[in-house]
């Protein structure tokens, strides 16, 4: 008989042997690694082992599927509201973000579109107008990249009153997925474009008919995709199956879904998602327009808004991430902002990616407020919410990156204040 | 009425006349940076446009999903054999395996574990034996790394006769995630690993009690983790739900699934896992045991077996990996090994992760082999067929990785065949 097959049958009793006699141990005996608390309610769970006929090492499992769906046992979901869905951040690990979890914002709902009808017309100041299937822009030379999309709209309780709401609520408008596709410079050789063009309507098609203009710039030309894969697979409908542009680091809603038409022009094209919407009210009654570049945020996802937490040790996580390019440090304030510590960046650092940060710490159950403050590499640093308002005022509904606060009280409930 | 809104109505209109008219133009126009073909046969996609009420402009979309699964369209699925089921490698994109069409390898099923109800056990020669719920595994210090994991018996075809099959039912036993969990060495330093311990048995909860034993190098304990999260999510059933092993660039085998216990000792646990399988038969008839690590390897997805090809331009597209580390080059041969040129890998390229490589080609119509060849980091150049039998003969079931040969008929069928 193997080893395993011995020690096997002796488990559950091993395991009732270990439990009473080494937790204790184990928590008293201060693994500085770990940072941990001697506390006996680290470790609380005190259900019994499974020792009945169910046990899954006494019957053959199931069969596998071809397409294996998670767990019906796993919960997290999506906020589904009236114009959008946010992603599930305190739930999230790593940088990816499932793509069944990914954000979504629609305008008249997710249109279904059949891929093997669908067109990509570009036309325009071009030369050579053309359509495209999906087929054909899955025969050109293809690129993928890992990085965030982030609504405009995303955090805009920041504008207003702190409401108590979890991080997804508050935050979950940002998602990063792995984008594959064709370089959007591919197709304009490819359609010859005038002198002329200096900006680009991207049309969805969808009930909306949602349609924004992009300027050509060096890093638009340099950057942007027509999609067709996210995390490997086709783009789910949400995304903008089966087509979307992807502008990195720029505003969620230029990133048209379900696309259907770029057109080339030497001026934008003022649309309405671009003169009655998607604008930056500010202090004096003007609006930026076009301030199409998400700044840099960062949100501290774990612990988080509406959680309940226990005295002793917590890896604080969070995401971090910039339009501009990467991240290159995050700092965590586990007192209201007095002292800061540069938390552990996962590697690899993406440029507009999410970036997980961690940072170990121990609550002592007394009040205080944790927040995260992160710097991309053009320098600029998340700012504290009264700079971000200073300057744009309250009136805006899009581009709050102000820093996240969050308040744990005596009782251990943490919750959204500005601190 | 907007620019867009303008457009809109004239859309179909304009994709009609565009259609005969500037496709040739572009077909024809050379457009150098694609490298295309001038042949009608490029794109012959001549579905008419839709213009039916079912048009997803003229209807409101339907509402979004609280967890947003794949288009109904979509059926790429994995293989289901008796104990495996195999990646799409064909229709892959970039290099996040989508964790529903990870590949898989099961001894007696897919076991139904209530993770509210499975304990880790860690024990043998430590000096505080302890046991961990999930729960409490994901309140310790956490990581997270995208790597591939590969079934050492992948591409065993390798070893007989060629046989004609699809990239995928040769090669899909590897896949690529972002696995999240615990380090091992935090949890050996919480349960003080004696002196003496220098191997360790890792068991499955499954009711094949699969087990292996792992060497504690300094590279395992520097890179192993227990996982409980798959591409920012819990892993799938398939994948070892609640837990695994992560090993990163050793076996699949050892990345042992639904992890219920580490117990540490002096010596390899000699389970039959390791004794009447998963040995390389040599040809003296002696085996090499603990083979762990899988050595580079590449494959080109794109074209691949039993596809059809077409004149004109074609993107190869392939995946390479090692056990080792960083793919360094990968070199496209497309007149049967005669000559090479580098291929492209897409950025950034990780270590122990498949890396996707990308070649222009144009298909003159004349039968040839094309071939994928990767170096990685430590200078280990993926050998040729003959070379890997001349060592290992031909009485392995595991660990080949010699080159690829995809053979492209005048009819432009893509068989496998030994160059």
Redesign the interface.
């Known amino acids: 008989m193997?080893?395993?097959?011995q020690?096997?049958q002796e488990?559950s009793h091993?395991?009732q042997g270990?439990?009473g006699l080494?937790?204790r141990?184990?928590l008293a005996?201060g693994?500085s690694?770990?940072a941990m608390s001697a506390s006996s309610t680290?470790?609380d769970?005190q259900?019994e082992?499974?020792t009945d006929a169910?046990d899954?090492?006494?019957?053959?499992?199931?069969?596998?599927?071809?397409?294996?769906?998670?767990?019906p046992?796993?919960k997290?979901?999506?906020?589904?509201a009236s114009t959008s869905?946010t992603t599930p951040l305190q739930?999230?690990?790593?940088?990816?973000?499932?793509?069944?979890?990914?954000f979504?914002r629609?305008h008249?709902?997710?249109?279904?579109?059949?891929?093997?009808?669908h067109?990509l017309?570009i036309?325009g100041s071009v030369n050579?107008?053309?359509?495209?299937?999906v087929?054909?822009l899955k025969?050109?030379?293809?690129?993928?990249r890992?990085a965030f999309v982030e609504c405009s709209g995303n955090s805009r309780d920041g504008w207003g009153d702190a409401r108590d709401a979890t991080a997804q609520s508050l935050h979950g408008l940002t998602s990063t997925s792995?984008?594959?596709g064709v370089k959007l410079s591919?197709l304009l050789?490819?359609?010859?474009v005038q002198r002329e063009a200096t900006w680009m309507?991207a049309?969805g098609?969808?009930?909306a008919?949602l349609?924004r203009s992009v300027p050509l710039t060096d890093e638009v030309l340099n950057e942007a995709m027509v999609c067709?894969?996210q995390?490997?697979?086709?783009l789910?409908?949400?995304?903008g199956?089966?087509l979307r542009l992807f502008l990195p680091g720029f505003e969620g809603n230029v990133n048209v879904k379900?696309l259907?038409?770029l057109?080339l022009?030497s001026a934008p094209?003022?649309?309405?998602w671009e003169t009655a919407k998607y604008t930056d009210l500010l202090p004096d009654g003007r609006a930026y327009q076009f301030s199409l570049v998400m700044e840099a945020k960062s949100v501290i996802t774990k612990p988080s808004g509406q959680q309940q937490l226990r005295q002793g040790?917590?890896?604080i996580?969070g995401l971090a991430w910039s339009g501009r390019g990467r991240i290159t440090t995050v700092d965590v304030s586990v007192d209201a902002g007095r002292t800061w510590q540069p938390a552990q960046l996962?590697e690899?650092v993406?440029p507009k990616c999410h970036t997980?940060f961690?940072f170990?710490w121990k609550w002592d159950g007394q009040e205080t407020i944790i927040q995260s403050r992160c710097l991309d590499e053009t320098g600029y640093q998340q700012p504290i919410r009264d700079a971000l308002i200073k300057v744009r005022g309250t009136h805006s509904s899009y581009h709050y990156n102000g820093i996240q606060s969050w308040k744990i009280g005596r009782d251990g409930l943490v919750r959204n204040v500005y601190a």
Chains 1, 2 share one sequence.
């Open positions: 193997s080893e395993g097959a020690d096997n488990h091993r395991v270990v439990r080494n937790r141990q184990f005996g693994v690694l770990l680290l470790f769970a259900a082992e499974p169910t899954p090492m006494r019957v053959p499992g199931a069969l596998p599927r071809s397409y294996g769906e998670r767990s046992l796993e997290q979901v999506r906020l589904v869905s739930d999230l690990q790593g940088i990816i973000t499932p793509s069944a979890l990914h979504e629609h008249n709902g997710v249109p279904a579109i059949d891929p093997t009808r067109r017309l036309h050579h107008p053309l359509f495209f299937t087929e054909e025969r050109l030379p293809s690129a993928s890992i792995e984008w594959t591919t050789d490819a359609v010859h309507l049309e098609n969808d009930a008919a349609a067709y894969g995390n490997g697979e086709a789910r409908p949400e995304q199956y089966p379900w259907r038409r057109k022009g094209f003022m649309t309405r040790f917590h890896e996580q996962q690899p993406l997980r961690r170990p």
